[in-house]
């Protein structure tokens, strides 16, 4: 198959397409950057050197693919990232409509269902619905779990403080995921021409905060970490003291709150409530221990 892939070499996009080449289809990796084209060729990928904010570059790139990846840039802004991730989106689907082509499957994420109260899933929800409205094509929305990654922002924490934590208490359930677990998941669903319109779950293990505290603490030599849970107001204070914007961290702040009263898990655990990756908590912990 000949596949186009979005995201350049991301965590998500570079499993995706060794997976794919390893299979033996013939895959175009867009990306923005023109250092990344020959890391691009290296892998055996065709490269697409343009801005994803140029709707005829990607319909150039989409067109004559039997099959797309489609996923929003992660860093858009310091401010308005709903709305930024959704004109994305937007752009994305005019790339989809004039390109012709007919199976999409979009990174989305577990609470996309949600319009509000999920920080910035809330442009994930924008953009399924748009895509919803695209007739001719067949779509999967993969809706990730917690990326095991986001951890890694605790790091500066855990060193200064010896504490992790949230504004969401430690005994509840989050349904987490390793990026090389979505591209497995991507790799089945965009490779399966037949499937038609669905929603379909990424998620790696399911486990509380408190376990979260546990394995990567002992990982580090703190088998004691414990996890606290902050209010809104000391979480905020602390992204921004440590330079994030007040606007991302207020979304933040929402989405955190999305977690802990099971907004944003309400879906799935109703509708799938499983973990079929491969990657558990454990085995993240020695990613986690290597970059502390």
């Given at each position: 198959?000949?596949?186009?892939?979005?995201?350049?070499?991301?965590?998500?996009?570079?499993?995706?397409?060794?997976?794919?080449?390893?299979?033996g289809h013939d895959v175009t990796i867009v990306s923005s950057s023109t250092d990344r084209k020959q890391d691009i060729e290296n892998l055996g990928a065709k490269a697409a050197v343009g801005s994803v904010n140029d709707v005829a570059f990607l319909t150039n790139a989409f067109t004559g693919?039997?099959?797309?990846?489609?996923?929003?840039?992660?860093?858009?802004?310091g401010i308005n990232v709903v709305a930024n991730t959704t004109e994305a989106g937007k752009k994305l689907a005019q790339a989809i409509k004039d390109s012709g082509v007919k199976r999409v499957v979009m990174l989305s994420s577990i609470g996309a269902d949600k319009p509000s109260g999920n920080?910035?899933?809330?442009?994930?929800?924008?953009?399924?619905?748009?895509?919803?409205?695209?007739?001719?094509?067949?779509?999967?929305?993969?809706?990730?779990?917690?990326?095991?990654?986001?951890?890694?922002n605790d790091i500066p924490l855990i060193k200064n403080a010896g504490i992790t934590g949230a504004n969401y208490a430690a005994d509840i359930k989050m349904a987490m995921v390793h990026p090389r677990d979505i591209a497995a998941v991507v790799t089945e669903e965009i490779t399966d021409l037949n499937s038609t319109n669905k929603i379909r779950y990424a998620i790696s293990d399911i486990r509380t905060p408190q376990e979260v505290a546990a394995v990567l603490g002992?990982?580090?030599?703190?088998?004691?970490?414990?996890?606290?849970?902050?209010?809104?107001e000391q979480l905020i204070e602390g992204m921004t003291q440590a330079g994030l914007p007040l606007d991302i961290a207020e979304m933040y702040t929402d989405m955190g709150r999305g977690l802990g009263n099971g907004h944003i898990q309400e879906h799935f655990n109703t509708t799938d409530g499983k973990a079929t990756g491969k990657i558990k908590l454990e085995e993240f912990a020695k990613e986690f221990a290597l970059k502390f």
């Open positions: 198959m000949k596949i186009t892939v979005t995201g350049s070499l991301g965590n998500v996009a570079k499993p995706l397409a060794e997976s794919l080449i390893a299979k693919a039997d099959a797309v990846f489609v996923m929003t840039p992660p860093n858009l802004g920080g910035p899933i809330a442009g994930l929800h924008n953009i399924e619905n748009m895509y919803n409205e695209i007739s001719g094509v067949n779509f999967t929305f993969v809706r990730a779990g917690f990326f095991y990654y986001n951890f890694f002992s990982a580090i030599g703190k088998p004691e970490l414990p996890w606290v849970q902050f209010t809104d």
